[in-house]
């Protein structure tokens, strides 16, 4: 397995929850940072949240509360749970990988599309 698969997708209304996940190669889920993205229709890709080796999370402030990274080490899978859908979330959820910077924490994903999978679908209606 080259990239990482996402599955987990689908249409739900309003108030829903989905969990999506992310299926890697060993050398992709040993990469220091995992993290989730989502592009909107017509939008640029931007992260969710992402999740280091110990298992730290980080957020965007647009998801606190609602979504939750979770990995299991042993499956080699990621996992984004979310709760709460609104309209405002849907579009396509991307996993990835990166490295961490050593002075911020900051994560930095890699440009290699190796380390991207090619998305799943959500659709939340109102």
């Known amino acids: 397995q080259i990239h990482p698969v996402e599955s987990g997708g689908g249409s739900v209304q309003s108030g829903g929850s989905l969990r999506l996940s992310c299926s890697g190669s060993?050398?992709?889920?040993?990469?220091?940072?995992l993290g989730w993205f989502h592009q909107a229709p017509g939008k640029s890709r931007k992260e969710v949240g992402n999740?280091?080796?110990?298992?730290?999370?980080t957020y965007a402030e647009n998801v606190m509360g609602r979504f939750t990274i979770s990995r299991d080490n042993v499956k080699n899978t990621l996992y984004l749970q979310m709760n709460g859908l609104i309209p405002d979330d849907t579009g396509r959820y991307f996993c990835?990988?990166?490295?961490?910077?050593?002075?911020?924490?900051?994560?930095?994903?890699?440009?290699?599309?190796?380390?991207w999978g090619q998305g799943t679908q959500v659709t939340v209606s109102s």
């Open positions: 060993g050398i992709f889920f040993s990469s220091e940072c």
């Open positions: 999740i280091d080796s110990d298992g730290r999370t």
């Open positions: 990835a990988a990166g490295s961490r910077l050593p002075n911020n924490g900051h994560c930095v994903w890699f440009d290699d599309t190796h380390y």
